[in-house]
């Protein structure tokens, strides 16, 4: 079902996520609106990531996604949840990741799907956990898929070095050298953009069409399931 509707929105060709990437290793993903998250969630329950389930994890806001995974009873187990009121998420989040072996760590660098800087959660998350390796990747609106762009990066050579900013944040020419890498997967356009005449240089896919049709596609299977249900509760009285 879920290749299905991943196939009716366009999407459906999926990186090949090798075996013998690093054992720990920090996915920095394009985030810009939350249909970013249902399709990965759709992907994932489309088997694309079945080869790295037992080490994936994402990093996600509890106040916003959690309630879509109580409703529909699904699995927590990949999430690791970013909780607005808690002051110290990052430890947290580092706590939990230093009792695994191995893991790939999807995560938003921005912390948020609204257009601000990058935080310093995922470096220091990164250092704490002594990950030595990013990758920047994203779903690509334009080209409907998820892409890699520079492949895995050592950073571990930053770690405690003179170039980290404040308070061993990441280096400037870090950040750069990722956003760049960034800038080529393109981001799905927000509503305050389509209204907008001058939007830059940066590619941008209209709002409207993906993600009305995303909830209408999505309503229409939800009622022929509780249809399907009713229909074989009425067929055993």
């Known amino acids: 079902m879920a290749k299905l509707l991943l196939s009716i929105l366009g999407w459906g060709e999926m990186i090949n996520i090798p075996e013998d990437i690093p054992d720990k290793i920090i996915l920095l993903f394009s985030h810009t609106e939350i249909m970013d998250f249902y399709l990965i969630q759709l992907y994932k329950m489309a088997g694309y990531f079945d080869n790295i389930k037992d080490r994936l994890k994402i990093l996600a806001s509890y106040e916003s996604v959690r309630p879509f995974f109580t409703r529909f009873n699904m699995n927590e187990s990949n999430m690791l949840w970013v909780i607005q009121s808690d002051k110290g998420n990052t430890e947290r989040i580092t706590n939990e990741l230093n009792k695994l072996d191995k893991f790939i760590l999807f995560v938003g660098p921005k912390g948020s799907c609204e257009k601000i800087e990058w935080k310093k959660g995922w470096y220091h998350i990164a250092k704490a956990t002594h990950t030595n390796y990013v990758c920047v990747a994203g779903l690509d609106f334009m080209e409907k898929k998820i892409k890699v762009i520079g492949g895995v990066q050592d950073i571990s050579h930053y770690y405690n070095s003179v170039l980290e900013t404040e308070n061993g944040g990441p280096p400037i020419e870090l950040i750069k050298k990722l956003k760049n890498q960034m800038s080529y997967i ?7 953009e389509e209204l907008s005449v001058d939007v830059g ?8 069409n993906d993600t009305f049709l995303f909830i209408i596609i999505l309503t229409m299977i939800i009622i ?8 074989t509760f009425y067929l055993q009285i």
Not at 224 to 231: E, H, K, N, R, Y
């Open 201 to 208: 240089d940066v590619t941008i896919i209209p709002f409207y």
């Open 186 to 192: 393109v981001p799905k356009r927000t509503k305050e």
């Open 224 to 231: 022929l399931i509780a249809v399907v249900i009713l229909f």
